[in-house]
């Protein structure tokens, strides 16, 4: 089986609240058809978000911002380019695996974290994607993100 690798893990972070601040970790574990421990409540389908560094470089650059990648409120950043490609996809991180559903479609709260962010948010999938938890397990900054062969 030929893994493909996208790219390593970054950054990992955890939402301590709807609304609530972002709190970066270095290892999370992730439960089947739920999300990280810690983190707040999520449906089975929307257990892991994930963000681009490169797109969220150049969100920051179009805002003329310098804005933490949590701003986002994603949950695993990825040294890599656009992830839209993953839609439809099982990826493995660390030793958990993830089916990929769909675009994290910005809503208006980015706007209130700062004026301009959902719409520049908006081309190319720049908001991340986010799946379900087919395996649970760890996930540690380094690990690297591959797309599992169907």
Partial sequence: MNERIIGPVLSVALRTAQRGPMKEVSKATATVDGG???????SRDRGITFLSARQWK????ELHANLPWHTRRANVLIDAGGLGE???STIKVGEVTVKVIAETKPCGLMDTLYSGLRQTLVPDYRGGVYGRVIQGGRICVGDKLAVIPP
Avoid: S
């Fill in 36 to 42: 990280l421990t810690g983190d707040i409540a999520v």
């Fill in 86 to 88: 993953l839609i439809g």
């Fill in 58 to 61: 150049q969100v920051n650059e």
